[in-house]
């Protein structure tokens, strides 16, 4: 299927590496101008000369924090006018409430709520003045079945799901849709970090710990990154023009709700 967005300019944030590298590398198949972001030239260097190995088409770079007002607007002045803005950013470490700090809330909703919206509201005019965009943010499975030790990510990426709810509502009318993506256990670096939790814990290897982190989902087995990032492209696509305020889960078939 031809997802009809070859040409388009999509800025994928904090996409040196995980699902939103997987993003950027589906966007990047599909013909699409990406535009790499996250804090480290280097690493960034590496993801955008693997995209061009896989797709033929080297990305841009924005080296720059999404956490700060410098960060973001070094984002819009490099990638003014974009198609697509796909919001990403790394998530919270997991504990209990008694665990975080004031300090730790604030920096997780700079991080997970503030960061995204800002970018929403620096794009939003102009996409609806041009009648095409996309933004999808990508969320957690959290937002809708929170686990215990996933309190503090669950809370502010929830907030930044309400606030898109309502946002879209007027931008769809433009043709401009916002979703969401929650993912639920895919191999990546994020993944390897709560299994290295998981190892502590209960005193077993990496290994074993990733297994039964997989023996959680419903499928069985991890997620992978090519999955998640060909779900971003359809949504950014000309044929998701009629599917907006969504929460799209990948899990593995895990969630146990029916809405």
């Known amino acids: 299927m031809d997802l009809g ?3 388009k300019k999509a800025v994928v944030c ?13 966007l990047s198949h599909e013909g699409c101008i990406v535009y790499l972001n996250g804090r480290n030239q280097d690493v960034l260097e590496a993801a955008a000369a693997a995209i061009e190995v896989e797709t033929g088409r080297r990305p841009q770079l924005i080296v ?50 503030l960061a995204p919206i800002f970018l929403i509201k620096a794009y939003l005019p102009g996409m609806r003045a041009r009648k095409f965009g996309r933004i999808v943010n990508i969320t957690s499975a959290m937002v809708k079945s929170p686990s215990v030790n ?53 005193s077993c290897s990496i290994e074993e710990a990733k297994v039964r982190i997989a023996n959680t989902i419903a499928a069985k087995r991890l997620g992978r990154p090519r999955e998640f990032g060909d779900a971003c492209a359809y949504l950014c696509s000309e044929q998701a023009s009629y599917l907006s305020g969504q929460n799209l889960q990948l ?5 146990a709700g029916l809405v």
Do not use: H
């Open 5 to 7: 967005i070859a040409g």
């Open 251 to 255: 899990d593995g078939g895990s969630y």
């Open 150 to 202: 996933m309190g503090l990510s669950a809370a502010v990426r929830a907030a930044l799901t309400a606030l898109c709810k309502s946002v879209q509502r007027e931008s769809v009318i433009d043709n401009v849709t916002i979703n969401n993506l929650l993912p639920e256990r895919f191999d990546t670096d994020r993944q390897r970090y709560m299994a290295e939790k998981v190892a502590q814990r209960e």
């Open 14 to 26: 904090a996409s040196s590496r995980g699902l939103g590298l997987a993003c950027a590398t589906s």
């Open 64 to 113: 720059a924090d999404l956490d700060t007002e410098e960060g973001r607007a070094r984002i819009v002045a490099a990638c003014p006018e974009p198609d697509i803005l796909v919001n990403n950013n790394a998530g919270p470490a997991p504990g209990r409430i008694a665990d975080w700090s004031r300090e730790d809330w604030l920096a997780g909703v700079e991080s997970n709520m």
